[in-house]
């Protein structure tokens, strides 16, 4: 259980992938307010230089590097500090699981964030997800735990964000329709024969936001849409037929919530992932961000287009996964992730992406997970299939 904070003491935080793009975003607003915060554990994959930076600036109690052989590195740069290191993926669950910190953030990319999530949820603690993946793959196991355990999700996406911020949740039955507002990506004005020949930089090159490599190219293939598309179906229990995708490219309107009486709620401001990321720092209060003001009087025109499934089918293929239901999402999420990977790599092309996981998708069923050890086992399963076919695609 978590530890209940007295009035008017510190908030008590976690970060997990604090090296990340959230992660350093997320240290970056605990800085500038150190009296507010108190650090309790840090997270990183490999980066143990930022990671131990990180650990000493803030007295966090402890840093934890996810890979093992990483371990003598980090107990070396906080040698003398009295920060405690570990290592290792069980070790990251146990930072999570602390119950010293009421507020986690998950900013673990991909399904390797899932263990620990769950293991914050389980504690009943605030938990601020960045992590799509969770809520893709085991989003009906995970809304369980969370109702379970008393725990509370807070979205750190900027569409769900937005779309939590104007959701009436006392009265879900007067929401018609949800609307995820989308960038378009840097391809979004691109044909196939660009795409074709797209470099990792051109992918990761987003025009809007300043986000991390996976979930920058994830937005070029729209991927990224269509796993938001699944992460807001369980997470607002909203039916798939009532979520629409409208590409927004100057990325002021974060996304809409549209009620039955045909009133449209929307949430505005400027491209920085520290607002969404302060909004759920200081849930239920609000806080001071350096985020630049929104002026709309200098925004020129704000234009909406119907995303293009033709040039995108990563969006049809996503849509049509949570309507297969099962373990489609699941299959989905790891194939995209191989694939994704794989293109960073250089090993693949960009439309290769959606080739491997189509067809990831058409060679496994679809059935029932009942439980986190099936999520585990088709993930694993999926992860397999996929890279059989990363030297398909190319052939």
């Known amino acids: 259980m978590v530890v209940k904070r007295a009035p008017g003491a510190p908030r008590r935080v976690t970060i997990l992938g604090s090296t990340g793009s959230v992660g350093t975003q997320t240290i970056d607003l605990v800085a500038r307010d150190p009296g507010a915060f108190a650090v309790e554990a840090l997270t990183a994959n490999r980066n143990v230089a930022l990671l131990a930076k990180q650990a000493k600036a803030l007295n966090a109690r402890l840093a934890v590097v996810a890979d093992p052989a990483c371990y003598a590195e980090l107990k070396a740069a906080l040698s003398g500090t009295g920060i405690e290191a570990a290592a290792g993926p069980q070790a990251v669950a146990e930072a999570a699981a602390r119950t010293d910190a009421d507020w986690v953030m998950a900013a673990i990319v991909g399904a390797a964030g899932l263990e620990p999530t769950l293991a914050a949820v389980r504690r009943?603690?605030?938990v601020a997800f960045a992590n799509k993946e969770v809520l893709v793959c085991a989003g009906a196991l995970m809304m369980e735990e969370v109702k379970a355990h008393g725990a509370t999700l807070l979205p750190v996406d900027s569409e769900h964000n937005a779309i939590y911020q104007?959701?009436?949740?006392?009265?879900p039955q007067r929401v018609r329709r949800l609307i995820l507002t989308a960038s378009g990506g840097p391809f979004r004005t691109k044909d196939r024969a660009f795409m074709a020949t797209a470099t990792r930089e051109q992918a990761v090159a987003h025009p809007t936001?300043?986000?991390g490599a996976k979930i920058s190219v994830d937005s070029a293939t729209l991927m990224n849409k269509g796993l938001e598309l699944i992460e807001a179906r369980f997470l607002f229990d909203m039916p798939e037929?009532?979520?629409d995708v409208l590409v927004h490219p100057q990325s002021v309107i974060h996304s809409m919530v549209e009620?039955?009486?045909?009133?449209v709620l929307a949430q505005l401001g400027t491209p920085d992932m520290r607002i969404p990321i302060a909004y759920t720092l200081a849930w239920p209060d609000r806080m001071e961000t350096p985020a630049q003001r929104l002026d709309l009087s200098k925004a020129r025109e704000l234009t909406f287009e119907e995303p293009d499934l033709e040039r995108f089918p990563a969006l049809r293929l996503a849509r049509a996964a949570l309507q297969s239901g099962g373990g489609a999402p699941t299959i989905l999420s790891a194939a995209n992730e191989v694939a994704v990977e794989a293109f960073l790599d250089r090993r693949i092309g960009f439309l290769d992406i959606e080739r491997v996981v189509e067809a990831t998708l058409e060679a496994l069923p679809h059935q029932r997970l009942g439980d986190l050890e099936a999520v585990r086992a088709?993930?694993?399963q999926a992860r397999r299939v996929a890279a059989e076919h990363l030297g398909r695609v190319r052939a």
């Open 166 to 171: 104007v959701f009436d949740f006392k009265h």
């Open 378 to 380: 088709t993930d694993a």
């Open 241 to 243: 037929d009532r979520i």
């Open 124 to 126: 009943g603690a605030s």
């Open 259 to 263: 009620y039955v009486d045909g009133s």
């Open 209 to 211: 936001w300043d986000m």
